[in-house]
């Protein structure tokens, strides 16, 4: 364990280890890695990974086989991928201030959705929905949390969500398990229901980066990630492989990390 890490949450219920869903700690083993440096990427739920690399759109499969390579055009930088449904993989271009689709052999379908056209100024966090044709996005300027829709269709708006809340910046927005987490480095983890309430709240000083599975929310700390669910008061603490990861996702039976220049996707050892 990291000495000197102070990891001070304040949580809904009585947040425990998932003991049925994680083992002990420090029994992590490397599967694979690829070599890229990318600025965004995900796994499907199918174990592909997808990856931005320079002006290339690439897709691999679980063992690390290259499928698909795509260009990219007229996009600007894709700062984010959410790649939920593997045949519906939403992209979201910061410096363009849009959202686009692609299909499972990352060609991209239809036009791209120009956030300005539906009155947000500047967004910065973005995630897909579970609800069909539907994806999040949260405008700093403004402080508006928005459910939109790909047939412009507008669902669901929050306004003055800052105040409401009291966060600084939200770095991290993901849709799971009918939930919506907030990620504030600087504050914690807010939860809200699909209409935007306010549910719970974790406050964490230390955490840089967060990845959510069925309720349980893994918050990347130094070189650990510690794991709570909703059952017990005690996290589970896992040691990383390194100390130069920067990113992480947790799915299924596996993590995947990202470097400088490394993605890697680790197991748990049996």
């Known amino acids: 364990m990291m000495r000197g890490v102070v990891f001070v949450l ?79 993989i939403l992209f979201f271009s910061e410096d363009q201030q849009l959202v686009g689709v692609l299909d499972n052999s990352l060609t991209f379908q239809g036009e791209s959705f120009d956030l300005s056209t539906y009155g947000l100024s500047y967004v910065q966090a973005f995630s ?3 609800q069909n044709n539907k994806f999040w996005v949260y405008d700093q300027d403004n402080s508006k949390l928005e459910l939109l829709s790909t047939n412009n269709k507008q669902s669901v708006k929050v306004e003055n969500l800052k105040s409401l809340l009291g966060f600084n910046e939200v770095t991290q927005l993901i849709e799971e398990s009918n939930f919506l ?17 306010l549910v719970d709240f974790i406050a964490i000083q230390t955490g840089s980066y967060i990845s959510v599975e069925k309720n349980i929310i893994y918050v990347l700390c130094g070189n650990e990630i510690q794991a709570y669910s909703e059952k017990e008061s005690t996290p589970l603490v896992l040691s990383l492989p390194n100390q130069d990861i920067v990113q992480f996702k947790k799915q299924g039976a596996y993590f995947y990390f990202l470097e400088k220049n490394k993605l890697s996707k680790f197991s748990f050892k049996k």
């Open 10 to 88: 304040l949580f809904w219920g009585n947040l425990t280890r998932a003991s049925q869903d994680l083992p002990e700690r420090d029994t992590l083993e490397l599967c694979s890695s690829l070599v890229t440096l990318n600025s965004a990427w995900d796994v499907d739920e199918l174990g592909n990974i997808i990856i931005v690399e320079a002006n290339q759109l690439k897709k691999y499969d679980p063992k690390g086989n290259l499928l698909f390579t795509q260009s990219i055009k007229n996009v600007g930088k894709i700062t984010k991928l959410d790649a939920r449904n593997p045949m519906k």
């Open 128 to 130: 897909s929905s579970f």
């Open 181 to 197: 987490y907030l990620f504030d480095k600087t504050k914690g983890i807010y939860k809200l229901d699909n209409y935007g309430n």
